[in-house]
């Protein structure tokens, strides 16, 4: 029996072409998605590990905090240790081209721990000595010789000014890889220079003052000392020295660990993937379970002789099963391989830019055999029914035409209550799913659904069917005659129409699950970062008019308003004490403000996340009165109240406020701070919003930092939602492939299997182009109605998804793409055109008396 | 009495209406009629492919109508042998392979030398390793009845055998089946309606309207043709 499945293959392998494609694909999806997960580890930890490839052993203090001179001095004294280098770091402020930038100094390591790369120059040797990245180097025009001048990054102003100092560079360095490090311009100084800045400025978490807090040891053993002896003794003697919370680690153990604190996020997108990578799975269970009922149709005659010939139903079952497995295992062995393919090039590309050098591709054996088992499985699960049905096929078939499977017989009416049944339990926990935002219930619930209908189906698309066939009355007998076809056999209609279902449900399930979420996303990101960019002003507001002009006049900005503090929030206590309020008009608001629901109401201050008053007192020149207190879903606004509200606030004489203790000591004396809000373009680059808020701050006559908002964080947000949007891009294409193809099969061998009946109609004297145009309609009803259906299932799963998804982080409004679904709808209707019309040609070719020949 | 109906109340159909016949071991027997008369329910009922409403078909001792589906498989496979009118082989399989097909079912191999015996006296030797679609019609044959003989069954079956073949190569294929009948002692029951290949058997069973109208021993063309006739009037 084996020889016969083997023979099936190897001779029939285009009948199995459709089968394999689409396992190959979901296959691919799935171990390339792994391979993601993997890679990106990889990667991080080849660049984390940078930092650490000349230590063996890695002491790390507790968390933030800093390690002691006693402590190192301990360590390091330890007579297994060979070498050693105590880590340190300051921040230092550099002038960027007209903008401060943080820069981080790192102390320089003994020549033989050092982990840099110098491509020119020499280490830093004198106190004013440094060596800089050549990234760097480059942007700012430094070279082997020049001077740098920076700024104490955070240290107290000595005169009303930043301390300073200036280094000779002696040297370049490649730039690290380190994520840590890789985002700030990395400076190498002596260890001294760095204690003495470190020391200067506050926040940087160090214990010990006076430059001996240490961010970390990094130590090199002895030829032949055991590591994990070296663990324990080194933890002893940190313990004796006051630091015996310190963590000793081997280098790969802190790299993997730091990797693993790294990529929490990572994994995230990961099970995302695989939940893509699922349903693709799913979409390919039921085309290859399609088309194998259909090839088992076709082979009735072929089975029938084998029993005749003394096959049992077990042969007969196991060799369809064995055939599954054996396409199913060569189609996952090649869908690994595409999806390694896939990284390897992928990876490649990345490597090309310098920021994503150390990107790293991983193959782990989980993708591997997840792959292999996937593929497999899938194929060999979605051939039990065909295989079943296969045994059901009668000896007597072999001598007599076989008569199709209809609702009134027995497997018919237990797949009709199976999928009922599934319906039932399938749409309450779905929607019960949806209504309380429980993904994985409404996941399984959804795809049981859905299976149902498909069980269901030969149900209600033969009358959907049947009804669309009206409409093609007008196009005379062969539309007569295709609107009968189409019903003729309901099996066969509900097979072909079947597999059109699950691509245009799942196509249409993606555009709305995606319109929705990016939606809601919208709407989310509006409620929380409801300004683009604030500038703090102080000091005179004479030129503040000018400035705003200046502004709104930048590249990129949309509107711009200036807003003046009403006055200071009263609630001792609370962190809300002393909080300016500022007043906005209901068109400013209008203008600048991203939320829509955000438009001051009369009597009401409203407030961000982190203070929550019932009732606000709020004093202004004009004297205290209370309003109602309302606490907006974000934190990145300033109190805020409508500017008609706020009138009696502004309206007496000029004073002090009342509680001048806790204000604003920085502002003069009785001005209220003042802020200019900003709504810039949607799109806008980092850099461009980067530029715009020192230019702002420039209008102003303000330091950079007095610019805040969500600008830059809105762009984060929105490259987040299109790399979704391109991984759901990418699925969705996946899926339609695998549903075409499971489209073109199912009505090509349809129509092949039709081919006596169509020659009958041809000898009774049908045209040839009667007959094409009879089965083009056939297949434009039923590709129609699919699509029409699809759509109206792929819109409910796609809302019911989403709200199940996301209901937790953001209101979920349905949104139907519209012109999307006519696109797919198209899209369905001309692919079931072009799938009959290559079978309609070789139909009509046929000569009448070839084709009743037959059999 | 073997009965078979087709149908219900009003549309039945009496395909097989109280038959009652024997068939000798070593004989090359033929079942006449004309279409509708049963011959191919009998046939079918005999093999073990469909089963009699009433009545008991005893097969050397095996009494078939009381076998459950495991049992007819094991007895196709073991006892009888089939010759079909048309799709008699595996399309996908060579000569060979679809001649070995029932043993290799079973998990047995041929006995080379028979298998050397049949394949020869068939003339198939060099068209062992060709597909069915390379084969002519006659070959086709040949090969199924090779399959047929190769397990040595209890009886070979034929269902119109030479009906999808020209007059040579059906008499090739009809003069085969008779020699095995002869020499190797095979029983042989064909279903067909045409007289010629009728004439080929040792002895024609005929049949009209589900009913057993009458026998011939040793037939030729002509009697066959003028027994039909007295049916027919």
Redesign the interface.
């Known amino acids: 029996?084996l020889?016969?499945s083997l023979?099936?293959l190897?001779?029939?392998f285009r009948r199995f072409i459709a089968i394999g494609l689409a396992v190959l694909l979901a296959v691919a999806f799935l171990s390339s998605t792994l391979m993601v997960g993997a890679s990106t580890q990889a990667s991080l930890g080849a660049s984390v590990g940078e930092a650490y490839r000349k230590a063996q052993l890695v002491v790390t203090p507790k968390d933030g905090g800093g390690l002691s001179q006693a402590a190192v001095d301990a360590a390091a004294s330890a007579p297994a240790v060979a070498g050693s280098y105590a880590e340190r770091y300051a921040a230092v402020t550099i002038d960027d081209g007209g903008s401060e930038q943080i820069a981080r100094v790192r102390n320089l390591a003994p020549a033989a721990m050092e982990p840099s790369v110098l491509l020119s120059g020499r280490y830093p040797a004198a106190a004013d000595e440094a060596a800089v990245d050549s990234t760097t180097a480059g942007r700012l025009g430094l070279s082997t010789g020049s001077e740098l001048t920076v700024g104490t990054a955070g240290a107290p102003t000595v005169a009303g000014k930043p301390r300073t100092l200036t280094f000779r560079i002696t040297g370049l360095l490649q730039p690290s890889n380190d994520p840590f490090a890789a985002p700030f311009p990395q400076l190498l100084a002596a260890d001294g220079t760095v204690a003495s800045l470190a020391s200067g400025s506050a926040g940087q978490g160090s214990e010990g003052h006076g430059g001996t807090g240490f961010t970390g040891l990094q130590l090199q053993l002895k030829d032949g000392q055991d590591q994990a002896a070296a663990v324990g003794y080194l933890g002893q003697r940190l313990k004796a020295a006051g630091a015996g919370d310190a963590l000793v680690q081997t280098s790969g153990e802190k790299v993997t660990a730091a990797v693993a604190q790294m990529s929490g996020g990572q994994d995230q997108l990961t099970i995302i993937l695989l939940a893509f990578a699922g349903v693709a799975i799913v979409v390919s269970t039921l085309v290859v379970a399609n088309t194998f009922s259909v090839l088992v149709a076709q082979r009735t005659?072929?089975l029938a002789?084998?029993?005749?010939?003394?096959?049992?139903?077990a042969?007969i079952r196991s060799s369809v099963l064995f055939e599954a497995a054996v396409l199913g295992l060569v189609s996952s062995v090649l869908g690994v391989l595409a999806g390694a393919g896939l990284m390897a090039a992928l990876i490649a590309w990345a490597r090309t830019t310098p920021e994503q050098s150390f990107a790293t591709l991983a193959v782990p054996p989980s993708a591997i055999i997840a792959g292999l088992l996937a593929g497999t499985l899938l194929t060999v699960v979605a051939a039990l029914l065909p295989a079943k049905a296969a045994t059901a096929v009668?000896?007597?078939a072999?001598?007599r035409p076989s008569d199709d499977a209809s609702l009134r017989n027995k497997r018919g009416r237990v797949r009709l209550w199976l999928g009922l049944a599934a319906l039932a339990a399938g749409v309450p926990l779905l929607v019960l799913g949806a209504m309380f935002n429980m993904l994985l219930l409404a996941m399984p619930a959804g795809a049981l659904s859905f299976v149902g209908v498909l069980l269901c189906a030969s149900l209600f698309i033969p009358p959907a069917v049947a009804a669309a066939g009206k409409l093609a009355s007008p196009a005379g007998v062969p539309g007569r005659l295709a609107a009968v076809n189409a019903v003729r056999n309901p099996a066969r209609t509900s097979a072909t129409a079947a597999a059109l279902l699950i691509g245009v449900t799942l196509v249409t399930l993606m555009m709305t699950g995606a319109a929705t979420s990016r939606q809601a996303f919208n709407a989310m990101l509006a409620e929380n970062y409801p300004v683009d960019l604030a500038v703090r002003v102080d000091g005179a507001d004479g030129a503040d008019t000018a400035a705003l002009r200046k502004i709104e006049a930048l590249d990129g900005v949309q509107a711009a308003v200036l807003l003046k503090a009403a006055g200071t929030i009263t609630a001792p206590g609370t962190a809300a004490d002393g909080s300016p309020v500022f007043a906005i008009s209901p068109g400013d608001a209008a203008a600048v403000l991203r939320d829509p629901a955000l438009r001051p109401q009369a009597d009401t201050v409203y407030l961000p996340e982190r203070l929550v008053l019932g009732k606000v007192t709020v004093t202004g020149a004009g004297g205290t009165h209370s309003f109602a207190g309302r606490t907006l879903r974000t934190g990145s606004i300033e109190p805020l109240m409508d500017s008609t509200t706020a009138a009696p606030l502004l309206g007496g004489p000029a004073g002090t406020p009342g509680t001048a203790g806790s204000a604003q000591s920085a502002s003069p004396a009785g001005a209220l701070p003042r802020a200019a809000w900003l709504k810039l373009d949607d799109g806008l680059s980092a850099e461009r919003i980067q530029a715009i808020q020192r230019e702002a701050a420039a209008a102003f006559g303000v330091p950079v930092h007095n610019v805040s908002g969500a600008a830059v964080e809105r762009v984060v947000f929105n490259s987040i939602i299109d790399v979704l949007l391109l991984v759901v891009t990418a699925l969705l294409g996946i899926a339609v492939v695998i549903a075409l193809i499971g489209v073109a099969n199912t009505l090509s061998l349809s129509v092949l299997e039709r081919t006596r009946e169509n020659s009958l109609l041809r000898a009774l004297g049908l045209t040839r182009g009667q007959l094409r145009g009879m089965l083009a309609i056939e297949a434009v009803l039923v590709a129609g109605v699919a699509a029409v259906l699809g759509s109206a299932l792929g819109i409910a799963y796609g809302w019911l998804g989403a709200k199940a998804a996301l209901g937790p982080v953001a209101d979920v409004v349905p949104v139907v793409p519209w012109l999307q679904l006519l696109g797919v709808f198209a899209v369905a209707v001309v692919a079931g055109l072009l799938a009959s019309v290559v079978p309609a040609r070789r139909a009509a070719r046929l000569s009448p008396v070839q084709g009743l020949a037959t059999? | 009495m073997l009965s078979k109906h087709y149908g219900k109340a009003d549309a039945q159909v009496k395909a097989l209406d109280g038959v009652s016949v024997a068939f000798e071991a070593g004989r090359f027997t033929a079942i006449m009629g004309p279409s509708g008369s049963g011959k191919s329910t009998l046939m079918h009922c005999l093999a073990g492919l469909d089963t009699p409403d009433a009545g008991r078909i005893v097969l050397g001792g095996t009494e078939i109508s009381a076998l459950n589906d495991r049992q007819l498989t094991a007895l196709r496979r073991e006892r009888i042998g089939f010759v079909f009118q048309a799709f008699n082989l595996v399309p996908t399989l060579s000569a060979e392979q679809n001649i070995t097909l029932p043993l290799a079912l079973a998990g047995s191999t041929a006995d080379p030398a028979w298998f050397d015996y049949i394949v020869g006296t068939l003339g198939l030797k060099d068209r062992l390793t060709h597909r069915p679609h390379e084969l002519s019609g006659g070959q086709q044959q040949r090969v199924a009845v090779a399959r047929a003989l190769l397990t040595r069954p209890d009886v070979v079956f034929g269902d119109e055998p030479t009906g999808n073949l020209d007059s040579k190569a059906g008499g090739e294929v009809l003069a085969m089946l008779r020699r095995s009948s002869q020499e190797l002692g095979q029983t042989i029951i064909m279903v067909t309606h045409d007289p010629v290949a009728a004439s080929y058997a040792d002895r024609v069973v005929l049949m009209s309207d589900g009913h057993l109208v009458g026998e011939l021993e040793n037939p030729t063309a002509d009697s066959v043709l003028a027994a039909l006739g007295k049916l027919g009037a």
Request: with cysteine.
């Open positions: 029996m020889r016969v023979s099936q190897s001779t029939q005659r072929e002789l084998l029993r005749c010939l003394g096959a049992g139903k042969q009668a000896p007597l072999a001598l059999t």
